[in-house]
């Protein structure tokens, strides 16, 4: 689902084929409703999410949509895959439609999955400005020690993207096992962050994105639909 907005009068033109003086008598005749009242200014913003109603033929009614899923080992993040099951193949087919992942997890790693199709949503969800932290669970080859917590809490410099990245936290659970916070998601990051000490990331399991939660009744595979607090206070 696209999030750009769009001026009235070329939504108008490209949905229903008029000319332009065609599309002014339409406006001017009041007979184009957005949002349930008449709207004659032909440079009225539409967004994906606006309800457009033309002589009682509806051209637009989208809703927006926001799922988690707990998205098990050995599916891909994405909505297309000719090789492996992907997230949305875990959805019922009528559910499907228009829906992109909001953050991807790697084809191995578990846990928390966020679906929409809105834009603007997701976008805010990647913005390193935005400060929303992602929560992982990781299991490891070799036995932790503090020098881990100070090296991603300094960052780290990733040189095939000539970038250090952000500081990040790390608690140490047990000797094998570390929970992760981190703003930002680079390329395989956190399995490339632990090999810097020759560690092998065995497990990795999301728990959190923001204040968001993985629903502890989903199992893997599962999903449903988010709340309307759960999706504003995300960026609490």
Same mark, same amino acid.
């Given at each position: 689902?696209?999030?750009?907005? =769009?001026?009235?009068?070329?939504?108008?033109?490209?949905?229903?084929?008029?000319? $332009?003086?065609?599309?002014?008598?339409?406006?001017?005749?009041?007979?184009?409703?957005?949002?349930?009242?008449? @709207?004659?200014?032909?440079?009225? $913003?539409?967004?994906?999410?606006?309800?457009?109603?033309?002589?009682?033929?509806?051209?637009?009614?989208?809703?927006?949509?926001?799922?988690?899923?707990?998205?098990?080992?050995? /599916?891909?993040?994405?909505?297309?895959?000719? &090789? =492996?099951?992907? /997230?949305?193949?875990?959805?019922?087919?009528?559910?499907?439609?228009?829906? =992109?992942?909001?953050?991807?997890?790697?084809?191995?790693?578990?846990?928390?999955?966020?679906l929409?199709?809105d834009?603007? +949503?997701?976008?805010?969800?990647?913005?390193?400005?935005?400060?929303?932290?992602? =929560?992982?669970?990781?299991?490891?080859?070799?036995?932790?020690?503090?020098?881990? /917590?100070?090296?991603?809490?300094?960052?780290? +410099?990733? @040189?095939?993207?000539?970038?250090?990245t952000?500081?990040?936290?790390?608690?140490?659970?047990?000797?094998?096992?570390?929970?992760? +916070?981190?703003?930002e998601?680079?390329?395989?990051?956190?399995?490339?962050?632990?090999?810097?000490?020759?560690?092998?990331?065995?497990?990795? &399991?999301?728990?959190?994105?923001?204040?968001?939660?993985?629903?502890?009744?989903?199992?893997?595979?599962? +999903?449903?639909?988010?709340?309307a607090?759960? /999706?504003?206070?995300?960026?609490?």
């Amino acid at each position: 689902m696209t999030s750009r907005y =769009h001026r009235l009068d070329r939504f108008l033109s490209a949905r229903l084929q008029i000319s $332009r003086s065609n599309l002014r008598l339409l406006l001017a005749g009041g007979r184009v409703q957005v949002n349930g009242q008449v @709207e004659g200014d032909r440079q009225r $913003r539409i967004g994906p999410f606006d309800r457009v109603v033309c002589d009682g033929e509806i051209l637009q009614a989208n809703r927006p949509r926001y799922l988690m899923l707990n998205k098990p080992a050995a /599916v891909v993040s994405a909505t297309r895959d000719d &090789h =492996h099951p992907t /997230v949305l193949d875990l959805l019922p087919e009528d559910q499907r439609e228009g829906l =992109h992942l909001a953050g991807r997890l790697d084809f191995n790693s578990t846990g928390l999955v966020l679906l929409t199709n809105d834009g603007d +949503w997701s976008r805010q969800l990647s913005q390193p400005e935005n400060q929303v932290r992602k =929560h992982y669970r990781v299991t490891l080859e070799k036995p932790l020690t503090d020098d881990y /917590v100070t090296a991603f809490a300094e960052g780290m +410099w990733f @040189e095939y993207e000539g970038i250090t990245t952000r500081p990040a936290a790390l608690k140490i659970r047990s000797p094998f096992e570390a929970d992760v +916070w981190l703003c930002e998601g680079r390329y395989h990051q956190i399995k490339r962050m632990f090999g810097r000490f020759d560690n092998k990331v065995l497990t990795l &399991h999301r728990l959190a994105i923001g204040k968001l939660v993985l629903d502890e009744t989903l199992q893997p595979g599962e +999903w449903r639909a988010l709340s309307a607090l759960e /999706v504003s206070s995300i960026f609490s």
